[in-house]
């Protein structure tokens, strides 16, 4: 740890000297006599798939702040996603994407590397004006390395959000920690250790999305970080009949699945018109189970268990001719590499009572769709055991059942048999469709069956009682962030 502590001290000391001669901070001093805080969120990632640093954003802009948001431009515009129109993008340029056809996969990690690197360093000199900087990690490498060597150099204070463990994700995809997690696990865990600590040159603030993660990281780095729990936001919440039947209608065009039997915009397969002079609607009596699943179609999410649980699914109500079930519809949103492999594998079923779709949704008809659903299903794969998975909390906003892969940490935000249950296997997940699905009286609709009645019960007293994200965020990223521009700021005076 000495030597780990010398190396610090040198860098530092360099890295002053290096401050001398470049005077980014001349015109700051005349910003801080401005009345509202400024801070630059950051995620080297896709800004409209990012949602927790995207509500981060929003909350700084609702309390005040002045925001500017850097990352991926994406491939929808930002103004669809939610976003205040009062936060500031400042987009980042991608590492091109021949490299990894040109190259061998770990020499196109190291160019990589140094590309994002070198440009996220100078996107920083030129884009970084605001008082404080606010990083969302993953993913830490190279942006812990470049934002500290930015920081010291800016004399800017940081807040790091952790939401996961960048080195864990590499690990998921091979059976031992390679040569590349390892290094990426240094620049992760032991760099932040080093110099993103309490007593850094740096003033640093943290984060961390769980309490399993907030003593995880403790324990490994001593850093201590403050917990600040994924919350749905207002857009979730249960969807009104009227507005689901306009959704379903409009889904239908490119999903005819959705549609009614007479093809008419009169009737979905879930809702019809019952008074056409108001044009008022109500959901069918016959209407099947809407099951709804967020998928990022990669390892992280294997959606292999919920393939193998639904062949069962349909088995079981093949097999069982005297016995009502509800036919199932499954929709599954989210794009992702794995996503047109297992398009080809739904393909090939021959289901009879069930039927998968797989759309990229506009964002606002995600929270609509969920909010008509009966039942949510998460396979989200934590790599570290330690985050919460962020479908699950848009579900619960929308008062939706949840059938989660299990993990140790998830029941800090689903606890087993209360707002849902959870599962291991497909077996397990199939058991559970069959258990709440399966009519225990002729005379119960969809959703009807009491442990489905009682989770929506739960689920609806625990908003009423919960903070939401923005409430939240304001007792805790709020002051600590207002606190860290404040004695920068009076040391800078100084």
């Known amino acids: 740890m000495a030597t780990g502590g ?17 005077q980014l901070t001349r015109d700051k001093r005349c910003r801080k006599m401005k009345s509202r805080p400024s801070i630059h969120v950051l995620v080297l990632g896709d800004v409209t798939r990012s949602p927790r640093i995207k509500n981060h954003a929003k909350s700084f802009s609702e309390d005040g702040w002045r925001a500017k948001f850097s990352g991926y431009r994406g491939d929808k515009p930002v103004s669809d996603d939610g976003v205040g129109d009062d936060v500031v993008y400042s987009y980042i340029m991608e590492p091109p994407a021949y490299l990894d056809n040109y190259f061998p996969r770990m020499l196109a990690l190291v160019i990589k590397m140094i590309f994002l690197s070198i440009w996220l360093f100078f996107h920083l000199v030129k884009n970084m004006h605001e008082d404080l900087l606010f990083v969302q990690s993953p993913p830490a490498a190279p942006t812990l390395v470049v934002v500290y060597c930015f920081a010291l150099l800016k004399r800017c204070p940081v807040c790091i959000d952790w939401h996961n463990y960048g080195y864990t994700i590499l690990d998921a995809t091979s059976k031992q920690m390679s ?8 620049m992760e865990l032991t760099f932040a250790s080093w110099f993103l600590n309490s007593n850094a040159l740096v003033k640093t603030r943290h984060f961390a999305v769980s309490k399993a993660l907030h003593l995880d990281l403790h324990d490994k780095t001593g850093i201590e970080a403050l917990v600040v729990y994924d919350k749905p936001t207002k857009d979730f919440r249960p969807t009104a009949v009227d507005d689901a039947h306009k959704l379903f209608v409009r889904l239908s065009l490119t999903y005819p699945q959705l549609g009614g039997l ?4 009169q009737s979905t397969i879930f809702t019809e018109v019952y008074d056409e002079s108001s044009g008022a609607c109500r959901w069918r009596v016959d209407r099947p189970a809407l099951v709804v699943s967020g998928c990022s179609w990669t390892p992280d999410d294997d959606f292999t268990v919920m393939v193998d649980a639904l062949d069962i699914y349909n088995a079981a109500v093949a097999s069982s001719p005297n016995i009502h079930f509800h036919k199932l519809v499954c929709v599954v949103t989210g794009r992702g590499p794995m996503k047109p492999h297992f398009q080809e594998v739904l393909r090939k079923k021959d289901w009879k009572h069930v039927v998968v779709l797989t759309p990229w949704l506009e964002w606002t008809d995600y929270p609509l769709l969920l909010g008509s ?12 055991n330690l985050d919460l998975p962020m479908k699950v909390v848009d579900l619960i906003g929308a008062e939706v059942p949840v059938l989660a892969l299990t993990y140790p940490a998830l029941s800090e935000l689903l606890p087993h048999g209360q707002l849902g249950y959870h599962f291991s ?29 009682r989770c929506r019960r739960n689920l609806r007293k625990l908003k009423q009682v919960s903070k939401d994200w923005h409430a939240q965020w304001m007792e805790t990223v709020s ?4 606190e860290l521009v404040r004695r920068d700021t009076k040391e800078k005076w100084d």
């Open 262 to 265: 007479d093809g008419a915009a």
């Open 373 to 384: 659903a009966d039942l949510g299903v998460s396979l989200h794969r934590s790599t570290s």
């Open 6 to 22: 010398c190396i610090v001290n040198l860098f530092e000391i360099r890295m002053n000297r290096i401050y001398d001669f470049v």
């Open 479 to 482: 002051p600590t962030c207002a």
């Open 179 to 186: 040569v590349a997690s390892r290094v990426y696990r240094f």
């Open 425 to 453: 296997t497909a077996e397990g997940l199939a058991n559970q469709l069959i258990h709440l699905l399966m009519p225990k009286e002729d005379f119960e609709g969809v959703g009807d069956s009491p442990d489905l009645v």
